[in-house]
């Protein structure tokens, strides 16, 4: 597996406000990956992150919302922008083992905006 | 249709008992599959994988792949208390993308 932080943990934010959340890996990974799961739902993911290229958007989620940064193979960064409460929801990274596709989740960070 | 479909539950299961834990693909989906495991505030743990058709056994846990009718499950043995949480199934898409079904939430009494 792998140990994975996120900083923060929670956050309360205010309408129009902007949120960056990192995520630190204890080891190299090539693949890591930004989710989100509002309350009492499954996991929707919002992007892929690869080191040195653009991070690959999935559908209903761009760049000018999620901008994401991978500078290295041990962090990323996801940053909510233009909060409005429906953004309220628990940000999720994860990281994928090369040698099987199985992904492995930070603790997340909860986001509530007021 | 969902690319992964699973009862929402809840579902519940005296303890000791045998809980059985579905879920549903489409053709967009590889045949790759992975059961994670989610307590109430926490984040999802992986507790298995499978890649291939038949049973796969790792304690009290058996995952069971069968690709013919494109379902995947989960058998807990022994249920305990400490089972009770959430139980995502995800599968694989485009080589290293998880779509997530809603989760089953199962509740073992003791």
């Known amino acids: 597996s792998a140990v994975i932080s996120q900083k923060p943990s929670r956050d309360i934010c205010q309408r129009g406000t902007s949120l960056t959340i990192q995520c630190q890996v204890d080891?190299?990974?090539?693949?890591m990956f930004w989710y989100r799961q509002q309350p009492g739902q499954s996991l929707t993911l919002i992007a892929t992150?690869?080191?040195?290229?653009?991070?690959?958007?999935e559908s209903g989620f761009v760049i000018d919302k999620f901008p994401i940064s991978r500078p290295n193979l041990t962090f990323s960064t996801l940053t909510v922008s233009n909060m409005s409460p429906e953004d309220s929801s628990i940000y999720l990274c994860s990281v994928q083992r090369d040698s099987s596709y199985e992904q492995y989740f930070g603790p997340g960070t909860r986001l509530t905006v007021t | 249709q969902k690319e992964v479909e699973q009862n929402s539950g809840p579902l519940s299961v005296p303890e000791g008992a045998i809980a059985s834990l579905n879920c549903t693909y489409s053709?967009?989906?590889?045949?790759?599959f992975f059961w994670y495991r989610q307590y109430s505030g926490k984040s999802p743990e992986l507790i298995m994988s499978?890649?291939?058709?038949g049973d796969k056994e790792d304690g009290r846990f058996t995952a069971q792949l069968n690709k013919a009718s494109q379902y995947v499950s989960l058998l807990i043995r022994d249920s305990q208390p400490s089972d009770s949480a959430t139980y995502l199934c995800?599968?694989?898409?485009?080589?290293?993308?998880?779509?997530f079904g809603s989760g089953t939430k199962l509740n073992v009494k003791p």
């Open positions: 080891s190299q990974v090539t693949m």
């Open positions: 053709d967009r989906v590889s045949q790759s």
């Open positions: 499978i890649y291939s058709n």
């Open positions: 992150a690869n080191q040195g290229s653009e991070a690959t958007y």
């Open positions: 995800a599968g694989l898409y485009n080589f290293n993308k998880f779509y």
